[in-house]
């Protein structure tokens, strides 16, 4: 059974940047056909797509985001990393990493961690 | 990319069935058959409940099924339960990013 498990700072300062890592068990994040995504939910609102690294090592990232994002994989590790430079208080959330299947959907989820930016 | 719009509350007694929606353009929704549905009880990850529009994930009630028309997505929960008290979520594939957009979500109360 595949398991996703995030970790990370969970007060980050604004203007800093945030580092999550997603650990991977239970499968190969090498495996063909996937893909590996961040994803996260302000406190009381909806989810919204942050990017997704794909099996051959290319990234795609929600256009709202892109200038501050950066997903990487170090496969040696099996796990993939986000992180989210010059945030604010408006990137307080709960972050979830993913594996996306072909057709954009998300089978395994991690537990997810708050991040929570302040001062 | 703009969020998919969803209602934000639907509710009903247990054992009728309701239908949420979810629309788009055709560049997501419309455009691809790559919709999928997410049930998400508080304080819990998002659960895989349809993908690729109509097909249920093994161990998914079946219940629970999606379909399409146009712009717009559909899940539907026949039988309504207690347990299918939570937040619903579509998403789709989206090519104005080459990514996955999500709706606003839909708070499902059974009386």
């Known amino acids: 059974q595949l398991q996703l498990q995030e970790s990370g700072s969970g007060l980050v300062k604004p203007s800093q940047t945030l580092s999550l890592t997603c650990a991977v068990s239970?499968?190969?994040?090498?495996?063909?056909?996937?893909?590996w995504s961040w994803i996260r939910q302000p406190p009381g609102k909806g989810l919204e797509w942050i990017g997704y690294?794909?099996?051959?090592?290319?990234?795609y990232y929600n256009p709202s985001l892109k200038s501050r994002v950066t997903i990487s994989v170090d496969r040696s590790k099996n796990q993939f990393s986000l992180k989210l430079s010059s945030v604010t208080a408006a990137d307080t959330a709960v972050y979830y990493c993913?594996?996306?299947?072909?057709?954009?959907?998300?089978?395994?989820w991690g537990q997810g961690t708050l991040v929570t930016v302040s001062s | 990319q703009s969020a998919l719009t969803q209602p934000a509350s639907v509710s009903g007694s247990p054992g009728q069935s309701i239908t949420i929606s979810c629309t788009g353009t055709?560049?997501?929704?419309?455009?691809?058959?790559?919709v999928s549905w997410y049930q998400q009880h508080p304080g819990k990850a998002p659960k895989l409940m349809i993908y690729d529009v109509s097909n249920r994930p093994s161990g998914v009630s079946n219940r629970f099924s999606g379909s399409k028309s146009g712009n717009t997505a559909s899940l539907t929960i026949s039988g309504l339960q207690a347990e299918d008290e939570a937040d619903y979520y579509c998403s789709s594939y989206t090519s104005s990013s080459t990514g996955v957009v999500f709706g606003g979500g839909t708070k499902l109360t059974v009386l």
């Open positions: 690294i794909y099996h051959s090592g290319s990234t």
């Open positions: 993913a594996r996306d299947v072909d057709t954009a959907h998300f089978d395994y």
């Open positions: 239970g499968g190969s994040i090498s495996s063909g056909g996937y893909s």
């Open positions: 055709s560049s997501d929704v419309g455009g691809y058959n790559y």
